[in-house]
């Protein structure tokens, strides 16, 4: 499971080890999708439109903050603020702008999360924005395999902190299109 959390996070990492292969490096865009998907009605339009405007887009949002979600953050939040103290940076999203100012830990947890398992990205819009330097930090930490932190925290955290828009919801589930558990019931 840590290194499956590794090697989502570590969309740029090509040929790292546990990382994304190289032949890769030529896309711009990236998808991850989950194996127990399920797209259950045909889409009609082109899920990378968006990308030209955002750095990711996803199936849908989520926000539930329970023990689990909670023990998968265990010091992110720590963590993120040091990183930009270090970085002499304030969050461009106006709402972990205001977690920070406000030293709200609850109101990181209360973001809007990709869904993690249907998510596009595009890498040429992280790359020109500090992805390299801070996946690499993140590494650095391994507060993957210390602490559980997942793909959709260390990329989300990135996305609200250099983009004031950070994704786009495509909201698949609840247009009855997607599932993120297959057979599950709708």
């Not at 002499?88 to 109101?107: F, G, T, Y």
């Not at 609200?160 to 709708?186: A, C, G, H, Q, V």
């Amino acid at each position: 499971y840590l290194y499956m959390e590794r090697f989502c996070s570590n969309i740029t990492s090509y040929n790292d080890y546990g990382c994304v292969t190289e032949h890769l490096k030529k896309y711009n865009y990236l998808m991850r999708i989950d194996d127990d998907s399920w797209f259950y009605n045909k889409i009609n339009f082109n899920l990378f439109e968006v990308l030209k405007e955002y750095p990711m887009a996803t199936a849908y949002t989520w926000n539930h903050i329970n023990e689990n979600v909670i023990n998968t953050r265990e010091n992110l939040w720590k963590f993120y603020l040091d990183y930009i103290s270090k970085k002499k940076i304030m969050p461009k999203n106006v709402d972990l702008r205001e977690a920070v100012i406000k030293h709200d830990e609850n109101k990181m947890h209360k973001l809007n999360w990709s869904a993690g398992n249907c998510n596009l990205y595009n890498v040429k819009m992280f790359k020109e924005n500090g992805w390299e330097d801070y996946i690499k930090i993140i590494n650095y930490s391994n507060g993957q395999f210390k602490y559980r932190w997942g793909d959709i925290e260390v990329i989300g955290l990135y996305a609200y902190t250099y983009f004031e828009n950070p994704m786009f919801n495509f909201d698949l589930i609840n247009k009855k299109m997607y599932l993120n558990k297959f057979f599950k019931s709708r």
